[in-house]
């Protein structure tokens, strides 16, 4: 689902591509995208440090080395269970929030938030393009 000050909630198509780094200093990065709209693509950079704040401000039960499986594991949710919802909620032209929801009769839970922001440099496109495009050698 995506929210936007903009226009009406609406239900579309995201796809959520998560890439774990460990060269250098442990990342996860994630991308999110939608296939009908070309401009739609937010990204998160997660470092082990930021994910520890992260982790203290939203009391999330698990560590760094887990958060790829863990948000595997909630996105499938999100598919497969009608209760669990991801929302993109965009707050204004170059950020958003990503949020993983669980709706109960009772209340909506929040598991996960994570801020997100809009491709809007050419090397961030660069890089990202180059993640999508098979590389020819």
Known sequence: KIKSNEHEDR??????????????????????????????????????????????????LFDFQNFVSFLTNMLDMCINDENFVCILHKKNINEGVLVIQERTKFKENNHLILKCFLYIDEICLYQYVCLLRPLHL
């Open 11 to 60: 239900f579309e198509p995201m796809t959520i591509s998560i890439i774990s780094s460990v060269i250098g200093k442990q990342s996860v990065s994630i991308h999110i995208t939608n296939p009908s709209d070309p401009l739609l693509l937010f990204y998160v950079d997660l470092s082990e440090l930021e994910f520890h704040k992260l982790k203290s401000e939203q009391c999330l």
